[in-house]
């Protein structure tokens, strides 16, 4: 339990978090829940967990992750589900590996929830202060400093910066420093990453203009209503009475509320022809299109300048307009990010149906920031260049509050384990998507900020949204991060879907046909076995799912057992690339560079052909001889 702050370099923290985003919480927490002692450090304590965009959790992929940090015991899911305003369940037409949950959050209550979970936890300590330095000896990082002139020192640091590095706000051709509209920047920490030779970029990221709502006339747009039956984030089957971690049991509110908030309704509209001629009029006064903006910016959510000049023969685009909360007035006007000055974003903004006498309260800008290229970290998130450093969020090129969460909790779990000299817990692409996320980033790197895809994953049928807690079942088993009770409870529900799945295969009905016949034939769940009918629904859909695609889940297994032969095959930290007859200069290089932990994963760096792979594999058995 902490006692109060520590500066002692002889008392040192067992985890230092830098940043309180959806990364850093996540790290804290799960630190904490490993049984580090946690010190978080942010530059605002009000904006703890802030949604500096879109209020909204989940969707494609997303959605996946979020159930995934929920079943390996972290916090998102169940902050969406007790701040969440609508649910929707997307993909409902389609297969059950690609449908995945979505939220509209109520962002202050999102925000403030997960800020008093932190303040209850007794293993963590949360302090006001801007990291802006490192302290580094002989190689490995042992503490930071602050703005503040107070150095703290800790056996494991996480970097959870977010947008903040070297941050750059444009609106027109005005700038001003600052990673959020209102918020600080952090330059010191760039310094001493580039002096310890870990390599910085630079991307970009906007967020468009919010409006006061009883100006928007909704009879010109279209509602989207939320589901009826909600899809919710976090596995409620498997917590029986004890629903939340103890230090979530609140003094002044109840952060374990029953009662849902007020559901609400979305709305669309749609961009004219007359926004498409004031975008194309005043392309010169964009700072990205001026050449004011050297980042990168989204692929996948990209600017409204962006959309009217590659897609300039479209009629219009779609705009959402989403509600901030049930306690304001403040609208989010999903799909038009810009970076246009603020005359013209008013113009814009009243070009579209719906928004014609729109009053702007605060406007659209893009934020330029540093981020360190992720190939310079292992897959545990610790950094290659430096010891007992780890990086989480969009510092590894990221976007989005799903991934920047999950790789918290993975930086929060080793960085736990590294500071009570424990081996690193390290997630396969065969497990879930947080898997593939790190893989990805460590392995491939990325030249524009990452989003998760299910496309990304080659098991993506493996991934269902409904799985998440068995698939990590044999983690769970190793690291305390969900309670005793909870651990055999999941235990239990695996158990029961296996005898479930072999009786449905067997049990004979209506002649020669099976319980597994008449679920890949569609039929109707009523002539479904009434024991069955009675289970949780959870529990349900994953039998149904099980039934229904085996074909297709055998082979993707089988394709599993492939892969883990080449995964099987260690590379030592201290292998040396240089001067292998048969490997390629360039893959050389590049193996040098990333270190790849395995034959699987070196197979897998973009550039590393199969010739190289088998020189590799024909040393690496060699040495394993010798």
């Not at 898997?435 to 989003?451: F, Q, S």
């Amino acid at each position: 339990m902490n006692t109060g702050l520590k500066t002692d370099e002889l008392n040192p923290y067992d985890v230092i978090v830098c940043g309180a985003g959806h990364a850093g919480c996540e790290a804290a927490l799960a630190a904490s829940r490993c049984g580090a002692e946690v010190l978080i450090l942010t530059g605002n304590l009000d904006t703890v967990a802030q949604m500096s965009c879109n209020p909204a959790i989940g969707g494609q992929a997303k959605g996946q992750i979020v159930r995934e940090i929920d079943a390996l015991g972290g916090e998102m899911a169940l902050n969406t589900d007790l701040s969440a305003i609508q649910f929707k369940l997307l993909n409902s037409s389609k297969g059950p590996a690609v449908q995945a949950p979505r939220a509209q959050c109520d962002k202050k209550a999102y925000q403030l929830r997960m800020k008093h979970v932190l303040e209850l936890n007794e293993n963590i300590t949360t302090f006001q202060s801007i990291v802006d330095g490192l302290i580094i000896k002989k190689d490995k990082c042992v503490g930071v400093k602050t703005t503040l002139g107070i150095n703290f020192y800790g056996k494991s640091i996480v970097v959870t910066t977010g947008t903040f590095l070297r941050a750059l706000m444009h609106v027109g051709k005005e700038k001003a420093e600052g990673g959020r509209l209102g918020d600080h920047v952090a330059k010191g920490l760039s310094a001493d990453f580039t002096e310890y030779g870990i390599e910085l970029n630079r991307f970009k990221t906007g967020t468009p203009p919010r409006l006061l709502g009883r100006s928007i006339n909704f009879e010109k747009t279209e509602t989207q209503y939320g589901d009826k039956e909600p899809t919710k984030f976090a596995f409620y089957d498997t917590r029986n009475q004890e629903m939340f971690h103890v230090e979530q049991k609140g003094r002044w509110f109840h952060v374990e509320q029953s009662q849902p908030l007020p559901t609400v309704q979305c709305f669309t509209t749609r961009t004219t022809s007359q926004t498409a001629e004031i975008i194309n009029k005043n392309l010169h006064l964009s700072p990205l299109y001026k050449g004011d903006i050297s980042g990168t910016g989204p692929r996948y959510c990209p600017s409204v300048e962006d959309k009217i000049v590659r897609f300039g023969e479209k009629e219009g685009h779609r705009i959402y307009l989403e509600p901030e909360g049930i306690n304001t007035d403040e609208w989010y006007v999903n799909g038009l990010s810009t970076s246009l000055p603020f005359d013209v974003q008013k113009d814009v903004v009243q070009s579209i149906p719906g928004l014609e006498q729109a009053i702007i309260i605060r406007p659209a800008y893009a934020v330029e920031y540093d981020y360190a290229n992720p190939t310079q970290l292992t897959r545990s998130l610790e950094s290659l260049k430096i010891e007992s450093l780890f990086f989480a969020g969009q510092i590894n090129g990221t976007s989005g509050y799903e991934e920047a969460a999950a790789q918290g909790l993975v930086a929060g779990i080793n960085s736990a384990r590294k500071a009570l000299d424990q081996n690193p817990i390290i997630f396969g692409r065969d497990e879930g998507y947080i898997g593939v996320l790190i893989d990805d980033l460590v392995t491939k790197g990325t030249t524009e900020p990452y989003r998760m895809f299910t496309s990304r994953a080659e098991y993506r049928l493996l991934f269902n949204h409904t799985s998440s807690e068995l698939r990590y079942l044999p983690k769970l088993q190793i690291i305390n991060l969900v309670s005793r009770e909870r651990k055999q409870a999941i235990v239990s529900k695996a158990k029961l879907i296996n005898e479930w799945v072999l009786r449905m295969r067997t049990e004979k009905v209506y002649a020669n046909d099976t319980y597994a016949d008449l679920v890949k034939r569609g039929e109707n769940e009523m002539v479904l076995p009434e024991d069955f009918r009675k289970l949780h629904k959870e529990t349900r859909s994953e039998i149904l799912y099980r039934v229904k695609y085996e074909g297709y889940l055998l082979r993707e297994l089988k394709n599993i057992d492939r892969m883990k032969d080449s995964e099987r095959i260690k590379i030592p930290k201290s292998f040396s690339y240089e001067d292998i007859p048969g490997l390629r200069k360039e893959s050389a290089e590049k193996l040098s560079v990333i270190k790849p932990e395995t034959l699987a994963q070196a197979n897998r760096i973009s550039g590393v052909n199969p010739s190289d792979i088998s020189v590799l594999m024909i040393l690496l058995a060699k040495s394993n001889t010798n």
